[in-house]
């Protein structure tokens, strides 16, 4: 019975079989669902990792790339941004860093445009690039390095919590970083099976470039990548001594990258402009070591030390300059211990791949020792010198390399030892947890600068550089003890600090004393711009003139657009001097109104009174140019009160109600052009009917050249009475005091134009003198013509003139005996009081 049993259950199991499979073909949904999950899992840890640094604020760099960067802020056109450096230097400029990233200037444009300068915002879209990131090392484990997917969700996660991104995450300015991995992990995941996934490949890197320089490593990874998968039927050719078809396929491919990467590689050496950037010992101490052995032996030890910080990141700084890691000048320094180690470790992993080549069991190796070693080769000063010691934000890429590795490394000994899980789980979880409890520490000492500062101390006390950076600080919050104190350290741990000699001269108490550090300063850096000029003008105080013109000379010499040594060499200068300085100023900043009104008032003292009007409307123009920012002077008003003041000495009356007309034009902040064309024509055309009009009126009656032409039209004929005399000669006289007043005003003014106190009311004062003038020029008394058979004034107009009506319902006495007519025209002068009463917008 057994038997028959045994028998008749033999045919049921391949339907049990059959079942078996198909369950297994619903699996693909099942993995589709899993990977859903991991991503999901992953972009969550990322952003409750970092959720705590969107409060911080701008610190460290993101001040001079993001909130002082004119290509950021929207002041310079796109155009320019792709001109300049990241930092917002042209180039060109022998000063400029020449680092070129403007796909992270882009973004930090759109930034801006978007929230403007509120960081919680800037400091969001780094964690959701930081999340988006994650996603993709997740992917790039399961396709490209062949990781088992829970593993591959433990090395993203891994790379999610690694306190080491901190300052490419916490810091805006790490962004470039960021960017540029989340282009270089998606030139990677590109499949290189037809022609156009392989322009899109090198399209991806050539952007992964643009956010910075290190990203066109990923054309050089994809094609070791290529030949790694190709490797068998490269060797089967080889041995046949005949090309197969993938053979000839991946040549062609090699050849588009290689002349892709050249040609990239081309451009970005051309945005050089033959020049170099220049670094000092300062920036990188072992590069600029006499000794090549030195060199070698330093820069081997940092590679060595970086590798470290991804294992153990627990020694963190945002900076690692000056003294933090002491060169290597001896063979027997213990340090070199560490740098055998890590490159034994290195050689085994690279005998390992090689090895693997014909069976490629070890994918995950391969692919996690080429994405830890070829990202970091151009910040490792083996190819090119770099201007920093140190710099955690560049590990962002390789990163991604070494927790491939440390997660393959999980996966064999999983399934190795079996008995080992328990402690494997066990140190993974407090693995990712010690990371998540440093990540959140570091990203509370990137909350504000001082924080930070004080915080990097602790860590590396020994680096002049940090307590260089807190006395800066500490000397803007007034803190002057303090920060003498934090140069005196700097000072004391690098005694060739030029910029801290410097600092602390404009802290020291006597003249001597402050003399010697600017000295001092100018001993170990001859091109110190900034001690030039602040001895320049320690100079001009102490009253050496000569030597104070040396030294701005010298400063100008070393930076030729140096605007504040020409402002004072402006005031140094003789008289014949200054129009040459005066005229440079414009040039250098032709979009500065100070300068504008600098140069019309000498030309004004000179006599040149048509060019300093040119000036002086120039300065108007450009003082409403940005009328929507916050300005600490009313600058409008200030170069229409000098502008109107010239015109008035000159006795240019017209001119002075065209420049209100204007400058109430500008005021009103009309957006398009025809609109202000129009007010303007209008005004132009009030002016010619009201010439019209008199020269008609002294047709009709060429007799009565001293009278008004309206009352004495509408009076009947009599003989004017004493009063009347009376009052006409005390209209007159009042005429001639106002026309006193007004010259001797002339010549007392013009005094210092860039005070901001009661600017408003000198205005006002001054123009409502002229108004009064105008007014009592205006009115006939009544006092002069009879009361008596007195007729309408607009039918009177009416019945002679009936094309001239608009110009004659404000008529003024413009026929004085002996003085001719200025051009005051009377349908300006109501709104003259209304605009001048205006005193903010």
Not at 566 to 577: A, D, F, Q, W, Y
Not at 746 to 758: A, M
Request: hydrophobic letters at 40%; one cysteine or more; glycine letters at 4%.
């Amino acid at each position: 019975m057994c038997r028959c049993r045994n028998l008749a259950l033999k045919p049921r199991t391949p339907k049990m079989k059959r079942r078996l499979t198909t369950v297994r073909e619903e699996t693909p949904k099942n993995i589709c669902n899993s990977d859903f999950a991991i991503y999901a899992m992953v972009t969550t840890t990322a952003v409750l990792s970092y959720v705590n640094s969107l409060n911080g604020d701008f610190v460290h760099d993101d001040i001079p790339a993001i909130v002082t960067n004119s290509d950021v802020l929207g002041k310079d056109s796109i155009k320019q941004l792709f001109l300049n450096d990241f930092w917002g230097t042209p180039m060109a400029d022998v000063n400029s860093h020449k680092s070129y990233r403007p796909l992270t200037t882009l973004s930090f444009r759109l930034n801006h445009a978007l929230a403007g300068l509120r960081p919680w915002w800037w400091h969001a879209c780094n964690v959701a690039l930081h999340a988006a990131c994650c996603t993709l090392v997740a992917r790039a484990c399961v396709t490209i390095a062949r990781l088992q997917r829970p593993f591959a969700a433990l090395a993203a996660l891994l790379f999610a919590v690694h306190p080491v991104h901190t300052e490419a995450v916490a810091g805006v300015v790490g962004r470039a970083d960021v960017l540029a991995c989340i282009f270089f992990l998606s030139s990677l995941l590109v499949p290189s099976s037809n022609k156009k996934c392989v322009w899109l490949s090198i399209a991806l890197g050539a952007l992964s470039m643009l956010a910075k320089e290190t990203g066109v490593t990923i054309l050089l990874l994809n094609l070791a990548f290529d030949f790694y998968r190709c490797w068998p039927f490269i060797k089967r050719s080889i041995g046949a001594l005949k090309i197969e078809k993938k053979c000839t396929v991946l040549s062609i491919r090699t050849i588009k990258v290689l002349v892709s990467m050249g040609l990239l590689i081309c451009l970005r050496l051309a945005l050089l402009q033959g020049t170099w950037p220049t670094f000092s010992p300062q920036d990188n101490p072992a590069a600029f070591h006499p000794s090549f052995f030195v060199r070698l032996m330093t820069f081997c030890y940092l590679a060595a030390f970086n590798w470290w910080l991804l294992l153990c990141p627990w020694s963190l700084s945002h900076d690692w300059q000056m003294g933090s890691v002491p060169l290597i000048t001896s063979g027997w320094d213990p340090r070199n211990l560490l740098t055998c180690a890590a490159f034994g470790a290195l050689l085994l992993l690279c005998y390992r791949c090689v090895a693997d080549l014909e069976v490629q069991r070890h994918t995950p190796a391969v692919v996690g020792v080429l994405l830890l070693v070829l990202p970091f080769v151009p910040a490792s000063n083996l190819l090119v010198t770099v201007g920093f010691v140190i710099a955690e934000r560049v590990l962002y890429i390789p990163s991604v390399g070494s927790v491939i590795i440390t997660a393959y490394g999980v996966q064999l000994m999983w399934y190795s030892k079996p008995g080992s899980k328990a402690f494997l789980v066990v140190g993974l979880v407090v693995l990712a947890a010690s990371g998540v409890v440093r990540t959140h520490r570091r990203n509370t000492e990137w909350k504000d600068r001082a924080t930070l500062l004080r915080a990097d101390l602790v860590s590396l006390p020994q680096n002049a550089k940090l307590h260089y950076n807190l006395a800066n600080f500490l000397r803007e919050t007034e803190q002057q003890e303090g920060a003498i104190k934090h140069y005196k350290e700097a000072l004391r741990l690098w005694p060739s600090y030029a910029s801290a000699h410097n600092n602390i001269g404009t802290l020291a108490t006597g003249i001597e004393n402050a003399e010697y550090h600017f000295l001092q300063a100018i001993k170990y850096n001859k091109y110190h711009v900034n001690a030039h000029y602040n001895l320049g003008k320690l100079y001009k105080k102490s009253g050496r003139t000569n030597q104070a013109i040396v030294m701005l000379e010298k400063c100008i010499w070393l930076q030729p657009r140096f605007v504040q040594a020409h402002m004072e060499l402006l005031t140094l200068k003789p008289e014949g001097e200054k129009r040459k300085i005066l005229s440079k100023l414009v040039t250098l900043e032709p979009n500065n109104w100070e300068h504008h009104v600098l140069y019309g008032d000498w030309l004004r003292s000179k006599g040149l009174a048509n060019p300093a009007s040119r000036y002086y409307l120039e300065a108007l123009r450009l003082s409403f140019r940005d009328r929507h920012s916050e300005r600490p002077l009313r600058s409008d008003l200030i170069t229409f009160r000098t502008t109107a003041l010239m015109y008035r000495s000159l006795g240019q009356k017209s001119r002075i109600l065209q420049l209100l007309t204007r400058w109430h034009t500008w005021r009103r902040g009309w957006p398009s052009a025809a609109a202000a064309h129009m007010y303007l024509r209008e005004w132009k055309l009030k002016m010619e009917l009201e010439g019209r009009a008199q020269i008609y009126s002294k047709v009709v009656n060429p007799l009565k050249s001293t009278k008004c032409f309206d009352h004495s039209q509408l009076a009947v004929a009599s003989e004017p009475s004493v009063d009347s005399k009376k009052s006409t000669k005390e209209t007159n006289s009042d005429v001639i005091k106002s026309d006193t007043t007004i010259k001797n005003e002339t010549k007392t003014s013009h005094s210092k134009v860039f005070k901001s106190d009661s600017k408003d009311n000198i205005i006002n004062n001054n123009v409502d003198k002229v108004v009064k003038q105008q007014s009592k020029n205006k009115q006939c008394d009544s006092k002069k013509f009879g009361t008596k058979k007195s007729v309408s004034i607009s039918t009177q107009i009416k019945t002679t003139h009936n094309k001239s009506e608009i110009g004659l319902k404000d008529k003024k006495c413009l026929h004085r005996k002996g003085k001719k007519n200025n051009g005051v025209m009377p349908s300006i002068r109501a709104p003259i009081a209304e605009h001048i009463l205006i005193k903010t917008y």
